[in-house]
Nanobody, 117 residues
Framework: QVQLVESGGGLVQAGGSLRLSCAAS????????MGWYRQAPGKQRELVTA???????KYLDSVKGRFTISRDNAKNTAYLQMNSLKPEDTAVYYC???????????WGQGTQVTVSS
């Protein structure tokens, strides 16, 4: 069974940067279609960005120009580069298959991102 492991979160001041990583164990794991979700306290989990097998990317309007999704097929790892962070970016970030692009894996524990003002 695939187990997703997110890492790279932390506490950062507004305007700072973080780079999140998503790796997985399990022979059936593929990062061809991958997305980053986030869930803030008291809010529903939302899809922040996604990358398809063909390399097309999509971003939530609120993170366009600040966040960049990428992947390293050789390492079977996906990344989320987050720049110009804002307090409203504070959330637990998860990686998983984007909505509509296949069956999702079991959710990992996520990585906490906290942006102080």
């Amino acid at each position: 069974q695939v187990q997703l492991v997110e890492s790279g979160g932390g506490l950062v001041q507004a305007g700072g940067s973080l780079r999140l990583s998503c790796a997985a164990s399990g022979s059936s794991f593929s990062i061809n279609n991958m997305g980053w979700y986030r869930q803030a306290p008291g809010k529903q989990r939302e899809l922040v960005t996604a990358i398809t097998a063909s390399g097309r990317t999509k971003y939530l309007d609120s993170v366009k120009g600040r966040f960049t999704i990428s992947r390293d097929n050789a390492k079977n790892t996906a990344y989320l580069q987050m720049n110009s962070l804002k307090p409203e970016d504070t959330a637990v970030y998860y990686c998983n298959v984007p909505i509509g692009l296949g069956a999702r894996y079991p959710w990992g524990q996520g990585t906490q991102v906290t942006v102080s003002s």
